[in-house]
């Protein structure tokens, strides 16, 4: 069976996420960052914590996951997980995987902060991972930085809040989301199952 | 799209049942929590609220099984609340599968359990629930609101508003928000059960005082008085209880509503 590391780098609900994973039919496994990662067919990066204390507790795994992902393996980021995809962080100090170019970025303006609710997707390319998700649908945030990365091309979805920013990410094996697809209803449930087909093939 | 308005059906869970009305139902298991909250879920619910109104500590074993037996059955967020007093009752919950916590006469008691909570998981996660009633003996020191039946200022009750503290609630608000909370549950205790509508003038002073979100609680009863809740009460969130385990309005009933007075809401 397909099976799915969920990196614990932090406290949190991380149960909610097993639960959506194996409600789309993967074997999900809530692992410590310094697990044999090349044992997983896919990796998910949880959303739970802070980028500097993300960092510190990846920092020894860090070369090894970055060389499972350039392997072809799978990885999902949500929330903070999709962050530290990225180099730094206004959140705080410390080193991301740097799978790509740019910087997370806080949220300004003078609406509520943190941008927590159900908000509507426009993807702006067509990915495999929205495969079923109509343009506008609503899922579910809580987060006050979003990634803004240096290859445009990368962006599939953008969400309006006090400033357009970057909702998710595809390029090749690595996906991002800044929301929640575990708690964002049939949406996410969906954005799941497309992850689980990806991997499953 | 700004954010969408949010629609909260809230259960009050004691010994493992949901209470509130819901017997008329009568259904095998109309009280069990988790079908509950998977119903709600289907019909479209934006998110969950479970407090637990006995939170004695023999009762905890329990709430925990519901709370994982929840995680399991939906995928919306939700929150629970009810005798959380320390970091570790707060972990327990988080770990079983809730998203957030709501604390409360814990909270008045010792504000510092806002800061610790906020700092270990994160300021998303510590709703500071707040009953307040008001009190028509005005008195320095505290924020007087002028409303439509005169000035009153709003007083914090805690142990489920058996206990008049002397506290503002909109002070309490804005230290609390200072210490940490990332939402507030904000419950009149006026029209708790009267179905007469939330107290738009209490949400509404609130909702101007805090820059995070707030949820509208006590008294709805009937459609206008979620939209009441966002255009005059400025909230971010409606709860209710009764209107939606009496079924007298399904939830899609009242977001369709919504919808139609052009209120941005979850499709």
Same mark, same amino acid.
């Given at each position: 069976?397909?099976?799915?590391?969920?990196? /614990?780098?932090?406290?949190?609900?991380?149960?909610?996420?097993?639960?959506?994973?194996?409600?789309?039919?993967?074997?999900?496994?809530?692992?410590?960052?310094?697990?044999?990662?090349?044992?997983? /067919?896919?990796?998910?990066?949880?959303?739970?914590?802070?980028?500097?204390?993300?960092?510190?507790?990846?920092?020894?795994?860090?070369? /090894?996951?970055?060389?499972?992902?350039?392997? @072809?393996?799978?990885?999902?980021?949500?929330?903070?997980?999709?962050?530290?995809?990225?180099?730094?962080?206004?959140?705080?100090?410390?080193?991301?995987?740097?799978?790509?170019?740019?910087?997370?970025?806080?949220?300004?303006?003078?609406?509520?902060?943190?941008?927590?609710?159900?908000?509507?997707?426009?993807?702006?390319?067509?990915?495999?991972?929205?495969?079923?998700?109509?343009? @506008?649908?609503?899922?579910?945030?809580?987060?006050?930085?979003?990634?803004?990365?240096? /290859?445009?091309?990368?962006?599939?979805?953008?969400?309006?809040?006090?400033?357009?920013?970057?909702?998710?990410?595809?390029?090749?094996?690595?996906?991002?989301?800044?929301?929640?697809?575990?708690?964002?209803?049939?949406?996410?449930?969906?954005?799941?199952?497309?992850?689980?087909?990806?991997?499953?093939? | 799209?700004?954010?969408?308005?949010?629609?909260?059906?809230?259960?009050?869970?004691?010994?493992?049942?949901?209470?509130?009305?819901?017997?008329?139902?009568?259904?095998?298991?109309?009280?069990?929590?988790?079908?509950?909250?998977?119903?709600?879920?289907?019909?479209?619910?934006?998110?969950?609220?479970?407090?637990?109104?006995?939170?004695?500590?023999?009762?905890?074993?329990?709430?925990?099984?519901?709370?994982?037996?929840?995680?399991?059955?939906?995928?919306?967020?939700?929150?629970?609340?009810?005798?959380?007093?320390?970091?570790?009752?707060?972990?327990?919950?988080?770990?079983?599968?809730?998203?957030?916590?709501?604390?409360?006469?814990?909270?008045?008691?010792?504000?510092?359990?806002?800061?610790?909570?906020?700092?270990?998981?994160?300021?998303?996660?510590?709703?500071?629930?707040?009953?307040?009633?008001?009190?028509?003996?005005?008195?320095?020191?505290?924020?007087?609101?002028?409303?439509?039946?005169?000035?009153?200022?709003?007083?914090?009750?805690?142990?489920?508003?058996?206990?008049?503290?002397?506290?503002?609630?909109?002070?309490?608000?804005?230290?609390?928000?200072?210490?940490?909370?990332?939402?507030?549950?904000?419950?009149?205790?006026?029209?708790?059960?009267?179905?007469?509508?939330?107290?738009?003038?209490?949400?509404?002073?609130?909702?101007?005082?805090?820059?995070?979100?707030?949820?509208?609680?006590?008294?709805?009863?009937?459609?206008?008085?979620?939209?009441?809740?966002?255009?005059?009460?400025?909230?971010?969130?409606?709860?209710?209880?009764?209107?939606?385990?009496?079924?007298?309005?399904?939830?899609?009933?009242?977001?369709?509503?919504?919808?139609?007075?052009?209120?941005?809401?979850?499709?």
């Amino acid at each position: 069976m397909t099976q799915v590391f969920i990196l /614990d780098y932090g406290v949190g609900n991380l149960l909610s996420l097993k639960v959506a994973l194996e409600k789309v039919g993967l074997n999900a496994k809530i692992t410590p960052p310094d697990t044999q990662l090349k044992k997983a /067919d896919a990796i998910t990066l949880p959303g739970v914590g802070n980028f500097t204390a993300a960092s510190k507790s990846l920092a020894p795994v860090k070369s /090894d996951l970055v060389n499972v992902v350039q392997d @072809g393996v799978p990885i999902l980021g949500i929330c903070l997980g999709l962050q530290l995809f990225f180099q730094t962080s206004e959140e705080g100090p410390g080193e991301g995987l740097a799978l790509f170019k740019g910087k997370n970025i806080r949220l300004k303006g003078n609406l509520k902060i943190p941008h927590m609710g159900w908000n509507s997707l426009r993807i702006v390319k067509q990915n495999e991972l929205f495969d079923g998700v109509s343009d @506008g649908a609503y899922v579910y945030f809580v987060h006050s930085l979003y990634p803004e990365p240096e /290859d445009k091309t990368i962006i599939c979805a953008q969400t309006e809040y006090s400033n357009l920013f970057t909702s998710a990410v595809a390029d090749k094996n690595i996906f991002g989301t800044q929301f929640h697809p575990e708690k964002s209803g049939d949406v996410g449930l969906q954005i799941l199952q497309n992850f689980a087909r990806i991997v499953s093939r | 799209m700004p954010l969408a308005k949010r629609i909260i059906p809230c259960l009050d869970v004691t010994g493992g049942c949901v209470v509130k009305g819901i017997n008329f139902l009568n259904l095998k298991n109309a009280g069990d929590p988790v079908e509950l909250a998977k119903r709600y879920s289907d019909a479209g619910a934006d998110e969950l609220v479970f407090l637990d109104i006995t939170a004695s500590s023999d009762n905890r074993e329990t709430l925990r099984d519901i709370v994982e037996g929840v995680a399991k059955a939906i995928n919306i967020p939700f929150t629970v609340g009810g005798g959380i007093r320390t970091t570790a009752d707060a972990r327990l919950i988080l770990c079983s599968g809730a998203d957030k916590v709501s604390v409360n006469t814990a909270a008045v008691q010792n504000p510092d359990l806002i800061t610790k909570l906020a700092d270990l998981f994160g300021q998303q996660c510590v709703v500071v629930a707040i009953d307040a009633k008001r009190n028509r003996k005005i008195e320095q020191g505290k924020v007087t609101i002028q409303t439509s039946t005169g000035p009153v200022w709003f007083e914090v009750y805690t142990y489920g508003g058996r206990k008049p503290t002397g506290i503002d609630a909109l002070q309490w608000a804005t230290r609390a928000m200072k210490l940490g909370a990332g939402e507030f549950l904000v419950t009149s205790m006026d029209r708790d059960g009267t179905e007469d509508g939330y107290d738009l003038e209490l949400t509404r002073a609130l909702s101007e005082r805090v820059t995070v979100p707030v949820i509208a609680s006590g008294g709805a009863g009937r459609p206008e008085h979620f939209l009441e809740a966002f255009t005059k009460g400025k909230a971010d969130a409606a709860l209710a209880a009764s209107v939606f385990h009496y079924n007298k309005y399904p939830v899609p009933v009242i977001k369709e509503y919504l919808r139609k007075q052009g209120v941005i809401i979850r499709s």
